[in-house]
């Protein structure tokens, strides 16, 4: 009996030990055939359907149909079957020469060099396969490509998956010579799937996955010739739009000014290591950079460096101090200009602002005229957390450069003696570093003033120092006459509703007049100037203000404000389109 039991057992054991074999071998089986498919060497000329983004798709497709036109070592190129088929063949042969030198390209400096900074991308990656595809689609205006973390997982993980390292690049760029600039951009995503996704679990926030793509092109060297490039396109959107902030992503060409003009004053002061070694980190964002700060000894944290950066972007002399500018000499140039705030010459005086920011937004305010003894005061909520730099110019320009201090409810104030006299402007630059994390989107405004009043008028005054200011003020009241007489400005068309903010400042013509048609149309006790000239200045502020006001509940009230600011938000767009449908 017992003997019987234990041929039992041994048979039983062997079977049960055979099923584990065979199932083992079942797995690894499906395994391999799963990545031979992957890895099956492609033909030029064949055709596959590909899962794409239907946001950046030029029609909204979520599908279509590619053909395979260029096989290399390192990468396919695939381009939509209804575009390529309808090309001349003299186009196609031209096209596919492109394409020789852009793989040129690929393989001997944008893989090496890039994959030498940031790490490499997933290799040979969810399809067994070395080489890389790009697909090259009719995607909308104005965007560079994309990449979808989607691919890099298995159908079984994501259904949506093409299953395969992937890149997206607009066929209108295909024989741009700016094309590898945007391969190199989109790899860099690539290169961050692998490092942060699949290496760290964790997913980058956006604003510096992206900033780090774009300064891709930086480090290859095409922005070495400024003429052209995608750094004088981001200099050119920054001084458009400075105020935008720089955590904030919502894929405009603000957003990516913004990240890129502080990227580059980063990476000048900082280095490179800055950008590759928080890649490799299991931490994202802001905590990202903080970490590798202080890993590699330096005193200074992303806010103290935010905070320099927009003092640099106003002063941009390295001569007088080398904290204050880019060492980049395509950017030794570049400085904005603040928002203008005029005190009367003479007599006392006082002006106060009150203005809406964002998280990790600049500020600029100019404060010029006066003379006398000038008091600053700021005020902002309790629990926010301002940095109120303040840059005083004297009369020969040298600067002095301190910080406003604030108490715990937000609140600070200083004494500039014989302003007016001794100074001959003060530039402020509030700027809101509370949120630290959790950057996925649109963020919330917060408010903020500021005060500036003179007391102790000097009788008489410097009849040099009042004849310049009044030189200056002669001078930009026939710019703004120009400006308002401009007959270059497009026409407005289309004014039904307002999709984006607008405020002093903004580069938006068209939206701006669009904005000025709608409040005129509200009556002379809004609008009584009733200009439309599309530039945002003091009328048209004062005229958002009074509608503001109006409105109060439904525009004021819901953000705790009892005055109208003049920045056209959220709420009061809100306001305005729902005007505009009734």
Same mark, same amino acid.
């Given at each position: ?149 989607? +691919? ?61 793509? +774009? ?368």
């Amino acid at each position: 009996m017992n003997f019987a039991i234990n041929v039992e057992n041994i048979l039983y054991r062997q079977k049960k030990n055979l099923a584990q074999v065979l199932g083992v071998f079942a797995v690894a089986f499906f395994l391999m055939m799963y990545f031979m498919a992957g890895a099956k060497a492609a033909n030029s000329g064949d055709y596959l359907n590909f899962n794409v983004d239907q946001n950046y798709d030029a029609i909204a497709r979520s599908k279509i149909q590619a053909t395979l036109v260029k096989t290399t070592p390192s990468l396919y190129f695939y381009v939509e079957t209804a575009w390529w088929e309808v090309q001349p063949l003299a186009k196609k042969n031209e096209i596919l020469n492109d394409l020789d030198n852009v793989s040129s390209e690929f393989k001997n400096n944008i893989y090496p060099t890039l994959t030498s900074v940031f790490g490499s991308e997933w290799n040979p990656g969810v399809d067994g396969d070395t080489r890389i595809t790009i697909l090259f689609q009719s995607i909308k205006e104005n965007l560079g490509g994309y990449f979808r973390s989607t +691919d890099g997982y298995i159908k079984l993980q994501a259904p949506d998956s093409n299953e395969r390292e992937m890149l997206y690049l607009p066929i209108a760029k295909i024989e741009d010579p700016q094309l590898k600039g945007f391969l190199a951009h989109e790899f860099v995503h690539l290169i961050t799937f692998n490092q942060k996704d699949r290496l760290q679990n964790v997913q980058e926030e956006i604003w510096l996955n992206e900033a780090r793509a +774009d300064y891709a092109s930086t480090i290859l060297g095409y922005d070495n010739n400024y003429e052209g490039s995608n750094l004088q396109r981001r200099v050119r959107d920054f001084l458009e739009r400075p105020s935008d902030s720089l955590t904030e992503w919502q894929n405009t060409k603000y957003d990516y000014a913004s990240e890129s003009l502080f990227m580059h004053y980063l990476v000048d002061h900082y280095g490179i290591n800055i950008l590759a070694d928080s890649l490799k980190l299991k931490s994202v964002g802001i905590e990202s950079i903080n970490e590798i700060l202080l890993k590699n000894g330096y005193q200074e944290d992303f806010g103290q460096i935010f905070t320099d950066w927009t003092v640099s972007v106003v002063i941009n002399d390295c001569f007088l101090n080398s904290k204050y500018c880019y060492f980049n000499e395509n950017l030794n140039n570049i400085k904005i200009n603040p928002t203008l705030n005029f005190l009367p010459l003479t007599g006392n005086s006082s002006l106060s602002v009150t203005n809406v920011t964002k998280n990790w937004a600049g500020n600029w305010q100019k404060v010029i005229g006066g003379n006398g003894d000038l008091t600053l005061e700021f005020a902002s909520l309790a629990g926010l957390d301002f940095k109120v730099p303040y840059i005083l110019y004297d009369k020969k320009n040298n600067y002095t450069i301190a910080f406003l201090q604030l108490d715990s409810q937000q609140k600070g104030e200083i004494t500039i003696k014989d302003f007016g006299t001794n100074y001959k402007y003060l530039i402020i630059n509030p700027s809101l570093q509370t949120k630290t994390a959790g950057f996925d989107g649109l963020e919330l405004t917060y408010p903020y003033t500021f005060t500036v009043s003179i007391a102790g008028d000097i009788p008489g005054g410097d009849p040099v120092t009042i004849q310049n200011l009044l030189n200056q003020i002669a001078d930009l009241k026939k710019k703004i006459a120009a400006i308002q007489n401009n007959t270059n400005v497009p026409p407005v068309t289309g004014c039904t509703s307002f999709p984006n903010n607008l405020y002093a400042g903004y580069g938006d013509v068209v939206g701006i007049k669009c904005l000025q048609q709608f409040l005129a149309s509200q009556g002379s006790g809004i609008y009584p100037e009733a200009l439309v000239t599309g530039n945002f200045g003091i009328l048209t502020k004062a005229a958002v203000v009074r509608f503001q006001e109006k409105y109060k509940e439904e525009i004021l009230s819901p953000v705790g404000l009892l005055s109208g600011t003049g920045y056209v938000g959220v709420f009061t767009r809100q306001k305005i389109n729902q005007l505009l449908q009734t």
